[in-house]
């Protein structure tokens, strides 16, 4: 696995830990959606266009054949055994955001790696 691999899989993976927690502990979905979109607005402003158009295309990892039903029926599953929740909705939408803010941020330190050793050669 490449590292790029590497960082979608982390954002998946964080995304979907952060709905997990998100239906156990029974908060808005709106608390857990807006944070990570307006963050993204600033990375989006400040990324360099080739990680830009990675970061939001490697979102489309979570709308696969195998991806979508499997955490959907994680969602649904979590929040049927949870008495006070009634729906696991929004668990997608956050394994959505996930890959986009893990790979604008990668995509931020190895800019910042690469400008710190153009000015160490010159």
Request: with cysteine.
């Amino acid at each position: 696995m490449c590292s790029s691999d590497l960082t979608v899989a982390f954002g998946v993976g964080l995304g979907i830990a952060s709905g997990v927690l998100k239906i156990v502990y029974n908060l808005p979905l709106e608390y857990f959606l807006v944070p990570p979109y307006l963050l993204l607005v600033f990375l989006t402003l400040v990324s360099s266009e080739q990680f830009v158009n990675f970061g939001w295309d490697s979102a489309g990892v979570t709308t696969g054949p195998i991806t979508v039903p499997l955490v959907l029926a994680m969602g649904l599953g979590i929040s049927a055994n949870m008495p006070q929740v009634i729906h696991g909705f929004g668990v997608l939408a956050l394994a959505s955001v996930g890959p986009i803010i893990s790979v604008l941020c990668v995509g931020l330190i190895i800019t910042a790696i690469q400008k710190r050793a153009k000015g160490k050669q010159s």
